[in-house]
T-cell receptor, first 115, second 113 residues
Framework: NAGVTQTPKFQVLKTGQSMTLQCAQD?????MYWYRQDPGMGLRLIYY???????DKGEVPNGYNVSRLNKREFSLRLESAAPSQTSVYFC??????????????FGPGTRLTVL | GENVEQHPSTLSVQEGDSAVIKCTYS??????FPWYKQELGKGPQLIID?????GEKKDQRIAVTLNKTAKHFSLHITETQPEDSAVYFC????????????FGSGTQLTVLP
């Protein structure tokens, strides 16, 4: 049981290049999320997927696209990277516990630098 | 939308002392308040959470209190240890099906030996 895995761990891009960040979870969770983390700003939600086949915008979706490939996998794509997208990206999945309590499990993160 | 403010941004305490981190939220519909701990180079990990029908919750050295009227909640860590040093985030959420969390900006806690 690996939990939430993300690839790659580190990436350097040039402005205008594209790339896809991969995320997978093996906990059979319905909901998955992509966040970005910037110094002094906490974690901000980019996109989320409440269930397989659905995706919705979060707080900061501009410049990103997502795909919920199946229940396990949720990818984040940068079509034309910009320096403002330099950040640490976290994927998470959500388990609704008995009684309605939720626990979001986070992956280890992808550190992206756009030059 | 929801706005969560967290204070202080940095906190240093002596080993064995207590640490308190405070958060306020803006949306009265929020009813779920988790706290996450993030160690260097890792993803955040849930350490404790509280729902709006409860005023306080404890788990060993960690406790969270909630004041719904004032819209603020706090994390209390007693008998701090060096391994408690990390960044702590509060968050708030309503009961929507996808449980979207709004995070505070984080507190860097340093426990001095």
């Amino acid at each position: 049981n690996a939990g939430v895995t993300q690839t790659p761990k580190f990436q350097v891009l040039k402005t205008g290049q594209s790339m896809t960040l991969q995320c997978a979870q093996d906990m059979n969770h319905n909901s998955m999320y992509w966040y970005r983390q910037d110094p002094g700003m906490g974690l901000r939600l980019i996109y989320y997927s409440a269930s397989e086949g659905t995706t919705d915008k979060g707080e900061v979706p501009n410049g990103y696209n997502v795909s919920r490939l199946n229940k396990r996998e949720f990818s984040l794509r940068l079509e034309s990277a910009a320096p403002s997208q330099t950040s640490v990206y976290f994927c998470a999945s959500n388990a609704r516990q008995r009684g309605g309590t939720d626990t979001q499990y986070f992956g280890p993160g992808t550190r992206l630098t756009v030059l | 939308g929801e706005n969560v403010e967290q204070h202080p941004s940095t906190l240093s305490v002596q080993e064995g002392d207590s640490a308190v981190i405070k958060c306020t939220y803006s949306d009265s519909a929020s009813n779920y308040f988790p706290w996450y701990k993030q160690e260097l180079g890792k993803g955040p990990q849930l350490i404790i959470d509280i729902r709006s029908n409860v005023g306080e919750k404890k788990d060993q050295r960690i406790a969270v209190t909630l004041n719904k009227t004032a819209k603020h909640f706090s994390l209390h860590i007693t008998e701090t240890q060096p391994e408690d040093s990390a960044v702590y985030f509060c968050a708030a959420s309503d009961s929507g099906s996808a449980r979207q969390l709004t995070f505070g900006s984080g507190t860097q806690l340093t426990v001095l030996p």
